[in-house]
T-cell receptor, first 113, second 112 residues
Framework: NAGVMQNPRHLVRRRGQEARLRCSPM?????VYWYRQLPEEGLKFMVY????????ESGMPKERFSAEFPKEGPSILRIQQVVRGDSAAYFC???????????FGPGTRLTVT | DQQVKQNSPSLSVQEGRISILNCDYT??????FLWYKKYPAEGPTFLIS?????DKNEDGRFTVFLNKSAKHLSLHIVPSQPGDSAVYFC???????????FGTGTSLTVIP
């Protein structure tokens, strides 16, 4: 029973490039969450999605960041025109309907040079 | 605005003794609390949770206590083992949303 999968595990981008982070939830999970962890900080909520719907994006920066969870395929977190401050670990989590426990993937470590 | 706080960034405990990790929260709308364990370069792993209708939940060596009036929860690990060495995050969620609020973590070191 595969857990939450994220790829790539490490991503290096130059300032101004685009970063695409992918997340495949656990089998049977229809809810996906994205979190960001900056150095020396805890995890900060970014966005909560169900299939084809963004439910809560209150933690997402208003510009350059977008997320989707299409009917088929993984959830994508997209960061356009990356800046050095975007360097962080990005974690995806998934959960079943009506259960609060979220299960996390291994994370994608984004480095902007 | 840190709604969930873990005021001890680190804790060292001898193997076999009890580890107590603390967490405080400010939002009275939180009604479900979770503890996660995280190793370096890995995602957080769910450990144990507690609903606000309870004051204690136990799973093997792990027990979580909730004091709603003090807005405080704690995780007890007994006996502590070297493999428990990791960063522990507490998280809270309210019944009006799905957003988890995480503390900043406590790094536990269990000394053999």
């Amino acid at each position: 029973n595969a857990g939450v999968m994220q790829n790539p595990r490490h991503l290096v981008r130059r300032r101004g490039q685009e970063a695409r982070l992918r997340c495949s939830p656990m089998k049977g999970h229809s809810h996906v969450y994205w979190y960001r962890q900056l150095p020396e900080e805890g995890l900060k909520f970014m966005v909560y999605l169900q299939k084809e719907n963004i439910i809560d994006e209150s933690g997402m920066p208003k510009e350059r960041f977008s997320a989707e969870f299409p009917k088929e395929g993984p959830s994508i977190l997209r960061i356009q025109q990356v800046v050095r401050g975007d360097s962080a670990a990005y974690f995806c989590a998934s959960s079943r309907v009506l259960t609060p426990e979220q299960y996390f993937g291994p994370g994608t470590r984004l480095t902007v040079t | 605005d840190q709604q969930v706080k873990q005021n001890s960034p680190s804790l060292s405990v001898q193997e076999g003794r009890i580890s107590i990790l603390n967490c405080d929260y400010t939002n009275s709308m939180f009604d479900y609390f979770l503890w996660y364990k995280k190793y370096p370069a890995e995602g957080p792993t769910f450990l144990i949770s507690i609903s606000s209708i309870k004051d204690k939940n136990e799973d093997g060596r792990f027990t979580v206590f909730l004091n709603k009036s003090a807005k405080h929860l704690s995780l007890h690990i007994v006996p502590s083992q070297p493999g428990d060495s990791a960063v522990y995050f507490c998280a809270a969620v309210s019944n009006t949303g799905n957003q988890f609020y995480f503390g900043t973590g406590t790094s536990l070191t269990v000394i053999p």
